[in-house]
């Protein structure tokens, strides 16, 4: 089992900057690949990003393209998603993931462990 925990949500402005982090705990982090995910009101689940073990990563580039960054630290458990100039659409609950093997999972079904999530809210 791996437990994970994501902080770093709140209220912030259009053009503004949020961290989130994901701390995992329960067995060997860097064994997993991580991703981040999205869920506005009234829609679906969507993919934001994800990163292997070794840092190679990919971002949804309709989305999020040049605004958002996955990094890890393998040392600390934790998976971060850096994301600059948010838009009221991005305002959304943003989950981290984790998922078994090496292939990047761009789905939510390729993912085994997820938090709870932490709520992002952008104003105009």
């Known amino acids: 089992q791996v437990q994970l925990v994501e902080s770093g949500g709140g209220l912030v402005q259009a053009g503004g900057s949020l961290r989130l982090s994901c701390t995992a705990s329960g067995r060997t982090f860097s064994n997993y690949v991580m991703g981040w995910f999205r869920q506005a009101p009234g829609k679906e689940r969507d993919f934001v990003a994800a990163i292997t073990w070794g840092g190679r990563s990919t971002t949804n580039q309709d989305s999020v393209k040049g605004r958002f960054t996955i990094s890890r630290d393998n040392n600390k458990n934790t998976v971060y998603l850096q994301m600059n100039n948010l838009t009221p659409e991005d305002t959304a609950v943003y989950s981290c993931?984790?998922?078994?093997?090496?292939?990047?999972?761009?789905?939510?079904?390729?993912?085994?462990?997820w938090g709870q999530g932490t709520q992002v809210t952008v104003s105009s």
């Open positions: 993931a984790a998922r078994r093997g090496y292939g990047l999972g761009l789905s939510s079904s390729d993912y085994d462990y």
